[in-house]
């Protein structure tokens, strides 16, 4: 390669002379600049093409590179000076009063509204300030008509449009910053704001990095979905501050903290930093109820500081005069109480998140259409998706039977959308591995292997955080901010289930693909790739569509399989869609041929002995735990003796506001792990921005099927899994509220129930709510039940005949107890209230001599409670 010939000395000399001289006779007064004035075409501020993609807070670049887009295209900015703040002296400064000073050690200050499009904001500057970026653009200019050598600078001086030659006005002289009369004021009033108004319609000063800085804007300022543009600007941060162990600086001495250097952007839900020199964004902190401004010296520990607090961090920052410390505190203050005060209150329950009205939302029981309506809100992604779950399993099919190959499987979905450009960002639980057999690390080395938007990250580490009695056990998929799915089935083997939870799966029912005229010509068997044995396809339109070859053998204890060709009217007599008496002779052909066509949705593809659960995804738990998940399509049970481990759970899909909180939920866990592992704290991980509320009634995409309801976004929370201060128990209080304030009954599913312990304090309050809503019912003899189903066994590998399965026995033991026996189970403190109550009734009888059985029984026969074990 050859190698770029380097100037001549002589020649670099001359360059650093004429800049010498340039600056030197520099009139900072005057600005001539030959660039044109860019015309604007007067377009709605509101459409969708003026608008920056969201997707632009992933490609941020420097401040000082050019490129980036920063306004909205066809749109002016404009700015108009609304006062001059002139005061006595500096403290009299945030106590406004008509009367002006005269005193030329404290120069003017002018308060300018910004406009571009709709977004409005307010920037101070001094008078010295126009002089700096006059002076600043002046040497900009002369840099840029300057040939120098390198290829950067070529491009940039070829942006320079030649053929408008035209002359903006100069910066007029004025008397500086000392303004004695007011007719002195208004008129530097008037030609500082045409100046700046002018200078802003010149493209080639107006992106410049000088000018930006000057009117407070960034990359991240007219982003629609990041809501109103606050307070920005440049500010000396401390480092420190945060709620994680290991991570804050020992002590208050100056030694132990670091300043640096960086660009804040305030918004209505959320304020970041970012690094200047790359444009990167450093630090994100959501407002939350902790949110509060300090700006005292004992308080900052900082002349000229503002200190922030919020649940995650106390963030402490310096500014270079007592007025510019002040502005900051107050106008980041004023803008987030204004706007977003929703986050800094304490919602029902304790909630980080308000109640929303009026949302699209709906519940699913079963993963069938759970994972279906998942699977085709992943296809309308557009910018980001958030996945966390307990267990996630990249292999498993969303749509079932797979008649499409592999395109419905949630790696293929994921690859897909991340080719696409979609951010996809996974949280997964990090296991304890000798407990349990999920192998989070391998469905985190699949996913990322997938495509460099695809992040994930495993979370706790268990030893250098001492977590090891808590877990992650949320399931939670977010698209685009807008749609929200949340509740108990993980995206994993074994979850996908429909009513009738099939016990066997050994493909014993043949079904015919509905085959066109038109496409019969293109149908011929092919072989298709082999999962659990042979396996053929046909060629349909194009597609191939796999079909078991398998020779089905025979089920233990169910006799030889029989195979018979499917009948949709037998289909359809089983599910009570039609009656059960024999089709008429009378029926035309054409009613026929209508009712196949109508049915084709549901019984295309499944062709011969189509299965629903492959490899991994037929399970039994209990019988076998899971092993070798990096095979994934391998059988690891043999499903012609064991049968299958039917799953059924309860999940919803929440849509607009309330899909913005769950979506911070995920935020804020992503953001505080990012922090905590170094290992995440690279720029390949990017820190994740909330969107604004005031854009969460745009929703793109909606779940068919929704009705519209109020909804709250409850959560369990803590230092260790979210870096919050104070805990979360929103989920506990709501549960404990909706049973005390219970009428008649209440009906409880779940996988444990444990309330009770050993001789040990428990936090958790489900069993003693519980017990005083019965008792509550009994003293006032109304009719009360409760019903608890829980399963039969828990989910854990052993065989309890045989005294196998200590995890098994264990969850067993203290489920009994919070039951049945046990001196804090619910039957003690049930029996201990009503003998005490029985005691108190038979003294009073005695003394009255009154005693009466049927005042007494019929109370106790209209309390009961039915514990189901399913």
């Avoid at 670049?61 to 050019?66: A, M, S």
């Avoid at 070859?549 to 289909?571: A, D, M, W």
């Amino acid at each position: 390669m050859l190698r770029q010939q380097e100037p001549a000395v002589s020649t670099l000399h001359l360059v650093a002379n004429d800049m010498t001289d340039i600056m030197e006779n520099l009139d900072t007064r005057e600005l001539d600049i030959g660039d044109g004035e860019e015309e604007f075409d007067g377009r709605d501020p509101n459409s969708t093409e003026n608008r920056i993609p969201f997707s632009a807070v992933y490609k941020t670049t420097g401040f000082k590179e050019t490129g980036a887009r920063v306004f909205l295209t066809a749109l002016p900015i404009t700015a108009k000076i609304l006062e001059v703040e002139r005061f006595t002296s500096a403290q009299d400064r945030f106590n406004l009063t008509t009367q002006r000073s005269v005193s030329k050690a404290l120069p003017a200050l002018f308060k300018i509204e910004m406009r571009h499009g709709h977004f409005t904001w307010l920037v101070k500057r001094k008078e010295k300030h126009f002089m700096e970026l006059h002076r600043e653009l002046r040497a900009y200019k002369t840099f840029l008509r300057i040939p120098l050598p390198t290829r950067s600078h070529t491009e940039r001086r070829h942006t320079i449009n030649r053929n408008l030659e035209r002359h903006m006005p100069s910066l007029p002289r004025g008397g500086g910053d000392e303004l004695a009369r007011e007719e002195q004021v208004s008129s530097r009033k008037r030609q500082l704001e045409d100046y700046l108004n002018k200078l802003l319609k010149m493209p080639m000063y107006r992106n410049y990095h000088a000018t930006m800085e000057f009117i407070d804007v960034s990359q991240l300022s007219f982003i629609h979905e990041l809501g109103p543009k606050g307070l920005e600007g440049m500010v000396l941060k401390r480092s420190g501050g945060h709620r994680i162990p290991g991570l804050n600086c020992c002590g208050h001495s100056k030694m132990c903290y670091r300043w640096s250097k960086r660009w804040m952007v305030v918004k209505d839900s959320s304020l970041l930093l970012m690094k200047p020199d790359t444009g990167a964004i450093s630090f994100v902190l959501l407002m939350d109820k902790a949110f509060g401004i300090k700006m005292d010296t004992k308080e900052t520990e900082t002349r000229h500081g503002v200190r922030i607090d919020s649940l995650s961090r106390t963030l402490v920052l310096k500014f270079t005069s007592y007025r510019h410390a002040r502005w900051w505190g107050q106008a980041i203050d004023e803008f987030v109480r204004e706007l977003g005060s929703n986050f800094l209150k304490d919602h029902r329950y304790g909630s980080f998140a308000n109640e929303q009205k009026n949302i699209p939302s709906k519940w699913y029981v079963n993963g069938k259409q759970y994972m279906e309506d998942v699977a085709n809100a992943l296809e309308e992604a557009e910018e980001e998706i958030f996945i966390t779950d307990w267990w996630l399993s990249p292999e498993i099919f969303l749509k079932r039977p797979v008649v499409e190959g592999n395109r419905w499987r949630l790696d293929s979905i994921l690859k897909r959308q991340a080719q696409k450009g979609v951010r996809i960002f996974v949280m997964l639980y990090k296991e304890v591995e000798l407990a349990l057999g999920i192998n989070s690390e391998y469905s985190k080395r699949t996913l990322q292997q997938l495509h460099p938007n695809i992040k994930v990250m495993r979370h706790p580490d268990h030893v250098s955080s001492a977590v090891y009695l808590w877990a992650h056990h949320e399931k939670i998929i977010v698209i685009d901010q807008s749609v929200a799915f949340v509740g108990g089935i993980d995206l994993a083997y074994g979850r996908w289930d429909d009513r009738e939870h099939r016990l066997t799966d050994i493909g014993s029912v043949t079904r015919t693909l509905p085959v066109s005229a038109e496409n019969a010509s293109e149908a011929s068997p092919a072989m298709a790739a082999p999962s659990n044995g042979p396996s053929a396809a046909v060629h349909i339109n194009g597609k191939s569509v796999p079909v078991d070859t398998v020779e089905q053998p025979k089920l233990k204890g169910l006799g030889k399989t029989k195979k018979t060709r499917f009948s949709i009217r037998r289909h359809l007599q089983k599910h009570g869609l039609a009656p059960t008496d024999s089709v008429s002779s009378a029926e035309s052909s054409e009613e026929k041929a209508e009712a196949a066509q109508d049915l084709q949705a549901d019984v295309i593809g499944l062709l011969g002995n189509t299965r629903f659960w492959h490899g991994k995804d037929y399970c039994n738990f209990v019988h076998k735990d899971w092993i070798q998940l990096d095979k994934p399509f391998d059988d690891f049970i043999d499903r012609h003796i064991t049968p299958r481990m039917p799953w059924h759970d309860i999940a919803s899909v929440v849509h607009g506001k309330a899909a913005r909180d769950v979506a911070r939920h995920f935020i804020q866990r992503w953001n505080f792990t990012k922090i905590m592992k170094p290992k995440y704290r690279s720029l390949s991980y990017p820190y994740l921005l909330p969107k604004s509320h005031t854009t969460a009634n745009e929703i793109k995409y909606q779940v068919p099927g929704c009705t519209q309801t109020n909804v709250q976004v409850l959560r369990s929370a803590s230092d260790w899994s979210a870096g919050i201060k104070y805990h979360e128990e929103s989920i506990h209080t709501a549960y404990v509220n909706a049973i005390e304030n219970s009428k008649h009954y209440i009906y409880i599913e779940n996988q444990f129930f444990i309330s009770c312990a050993d001789n040990k304090v428990v936090h958790n309050k489900i069993g003693d709510a519980i017990a005083k809503r019965i008792i509550k019912a009994y003293r006032e003899g109304k009719k009360y039940r409760v019903y608890v189903v829980t399963p039969l066994l828990p989910g854990f590998e052993g065989d309890i005949n045989t005294g196998g399965g200590s995890a098994i026995q264990a969850v067993m033991h203290f489920n009994y107890r919070t039951m049945i026996r046990g001196d804090c189970s619910i039957i003690s403190q049930l029996k201990k209230e009503i003998s005490k109550e029985w005691s108190k009734q038979t003294q009073t009888d005695k003394s009255n001599k009154t005693t009466s059985l049927d005042q007494s029984v019929p109370a106790v026969s209209r309390t009961r409670i039915h514990i189901a074990v399913l």
